[in-house]
């Protein structure tokens, strides 16, 4: 079965370590796994929590394996199924940042009212009421927040190229650190 350790090495294989963001990101990941003290097992409920705390490419991994209880164990399934529909949104400042950087400028240049509380909130984006500065009508502004895709891909043709990384269960304690 494949240590934390090897599978991040096999990752850093396929990425290369010359990507500073990548580099960060792993050792970002690494500190979530080691924090719900992955290497000794996952109970569905922290395996749920982990997910969340990982990101939204990691929350859309859950929802799809939660309709998936011939491939993983049922009450990971059933854990899994609150990824469906009870999201952590993203935390404001983020959603302030991801809005600046979509529109090249600081929110309030296009609109003067944005509505910290979420209309709703998704694995992947969130929506926000706000109002354009110039139009006395009020509209709704979706954010979508970063995602770990290329390393969700990477990670899963490192997988696919190394059976031991493949081989590791959420369920199982994996040997040394």
Known sequence: MATLKE???VVREVRGDKDEQVGRRLRE???IVRKYHVLSGLTPQSATQLLEELGPT???LGQIASARSDVIPPE???AFK???TDVEPMPFPTVEQTLNAALGHPWQETFDV???KPLGSASIAQVHKARIAEHPRGVARKAVGACDSGAVADA???AASKPAAAAASPAAPASGP
């Open 82 to 84: 609150k990824l469906q």
């Open 29 to 31: 990941i690494e500190h």
């Open 7 to 9: 599978v991040v090495q």
């Open 156 to 158: 899963a043709q490192a």
């Open 114 to 116: 944005l509505v910290e």
């Open 58 to 60: 990691f929350v859309k």
């Open 76 to 78: 990971y399934a059933q």
